[in-house]
């Protein structure tokens, strides 16, 4: 599966974006989809996952902000983060995980200033 993630940019504070991760083939049977983060200095942490069920993830620090959806018939999971803070910048990669193996798109720059 190759992955294509778009939507990253720069944002003021309290400010929103929405990320998409495209697919290169169906997503309806992938287990997990999920958006990961890594800020300058820190290990890269899950931030939004969402099964093949619909059931969704959240860190934290997001919880009330950012809310994950797949939209299968594009093939493509989005994440839409609302009232973004200067902690949430970052480069976001979108992930599949089919059980078995584990792909990854490349990243998209979010970066929020105060």
């Known amino acids: 599966v190759q992955l294509q993630a778009s939507g990253g940019g720069l944002v003021q504070a309290g400010g929103s974006l929405r990320l998409s991760c495209a697919a290169s083939?169906?997503?309806?049977?992938?287990?997990?989809m999920g958006w990961y983060r890594q800020a300058p200095g820190k290990q890269r942490e899950l931030v939004a996952a969402?099964?093949?069920?619909?059931?969704?993830n959240y860190v934290e620090s997001v919880k009330g902000r950012f809310t994950i959806f797949r939209d299968n018939a594009k093939n493509t999971v989005y994440l839409q983060m609302n009232s973004l803070k200067p902690e949430d910048t970052a480069v976001y990669y979108c992930?599949?995980?089919?059980?078995?193996?584990?792909?990854w798109g490349q990243g998209t720059l979010v970066t929020v200033s105060s």
């Open positions: 992930n599949a995980w089919t059980g078995a193996y584990n792909y």
């Open positions: 083939r169906s997503i309806f049977s992938i287990n997990v």
């Open positions: 969402i099964t093949s069920g619909g059931t969704t």
